[in-house]
């Protein structure tokens, strides 16, 4: 590998690792369909998501998704299930792209991947968890969509502008650092909230 693709592969592993905390099925489908229709050559154990197959169960989940995605509160259902998916696919799609090199660069890939979907994916439960305890719905759309814009933009930098990648994710990745407590003091003040709500709730005599 020359140094530019080295670069290119790096960023790839990157992004599939990051945007899998976010949208898994959405990176499934846009790296196997990047792959189909011949506009870059995947690494060779990503190859396998440009099956028809793959692309069509990857379609199909990207189509629940998106509706999911859109109801208050089962967004949020759907996140905390995902944590146990999200996570290691983002380990093993960046491990994927150094599937042809030594086992240092595929563990370390898997390792940093694993990190960056962690990342994302707390950084965004959160987020829709405290957007959802708003009083309408119609926050948790723009957030949706914005998601979706960040995973396909995310995307592209990485394959065709891999230095502007790591300049986002490196902002992405500061974002993350600063949210983090602050999600994790209003999640406690709400479920405090919630617990002193029932507690008061229960101890009321009845009428």
């Given at each position: ?43 060779e ?25 859109k ?30 090199s ?21 950084t ?23 998601e979706?814009?960040?995973v ?56």
């Amino acid at each position: 590998m020359d140094h530019v693709d080295t670069w290119q592969l790096v960023a790839l592993a990157a992004a599939l690792g990051w945007a899998s905390g976010i949208r898994l099925y959405a990176v499934l489908f846009i790296t196997g369909a990047i792959g189909f229709a011949g506009w870059y050559e995947l690494p060779e154990h990503l190859r396998i998501l440009s099956h028809p197959m793959v692309l069509a169960a990857s379609g199909f989940m990207v189509i629940a998704k998106f509706f999911a995605d859109k109801v208050p509160g089962f967004d949020s259902l759907w996140d905390a299930v995902h944590t146990f998916v999200r996570i290691p696919a983002g380990a093993a799609l960046a491990a994927s792209v150094f599937g042809d090199s030594p086992p240092a660069w595929t563990l370390t890939a898997a390792i940093l991947g694993g990190t960056l979907a962690a990342g994302s994916h707390f950084t965004k439960s959160g987020a829709r968890l405290l957007i959802n305890t708003s009083p309408e719905p119609f926050s948790n759309w723009p957030a949706s969509f914005g998601e979706d814009m960040l995973v396909g933009v995310l995307m592209y930098l990485a394959l065709a502008h891999p230095i502007g990648f790591f300049i986002v994710l490196a902002l992405l990745i500061a974002l993350a650092i600063w949210m983090l407590p602050r999600l994790v003091r209003a999640l406690r003040a709400m479920i405090e909230k919630i617990r002193r709500w029932f507690g008061a709730a229960v101890g009321r005599p009845d009428p």
